[in-house]
Nanobody, 124 residues
Framework: QLQASGGGLVQAGGSLRLSCAAS????????MGWFRQAPGKEREFVAA????????AYADSVKGRFTISRDNGKGTVFLQMNSLKPEDTAVYYC???????????????????WGKGTLVTVSS
């Protein structure tokens, strides 16, 4: 089970840190991803991190502004979001998978477990 938190309202240029806590065992075996869905738009990939934390991937739209990290001891993945823009406004979801590989990390179809989203609103 995944539980995302940390969303809220922030002004453009501000920062937020999202967290996603996982229950269960073997958290380190899972690749963790963040996805988002803006109103009226399809879900899109944001960032992902391999189980051992050694490999990460980012959407071009967030590269250099967002950082994904994880604490396997606490079963938690984080998304540090800096220099937020109004277009970052969306519901953010965390997801987990043991079967993604590097070429499929950006595809939501390859994630098996999803948390309830947390809303991020960036005002201009």
């Amino acid at each position: 089970q995944l539980q995302a938190s940390g969303g809220g309202l922030v002004q453009a240029g501000g920062s937020l840190r999202l967290s996603c806590a996982a229950s269960g065992r073997s958290f380190s075996r899972y690749t963790m991803g963040w996805f988002r869905q803006a109103p009226g738009k399809e879900r899109e990939f944001v960032a992902a991190i391999k189980g051992n934390g050694g490999g990460t991937a980012y959407a071009d739209s967030v590269k250099g502004r967002f950082t994904i990290s994880r604490d396997n001891g606490k079963g938690t993945v984080f998304l540090q979001m800096n220099s937020l823009k109004p277009e970052d406004t969306a519901v953010y979801y965390c997801a987990a998978s043991q079967r993604v590989i590097v070429s499929t990390m950006r595809s939501g179809n390859h994630y098996d477990y999803w948390g309830k989203g947390t809303l991020v609103t960036v005002s201009s």
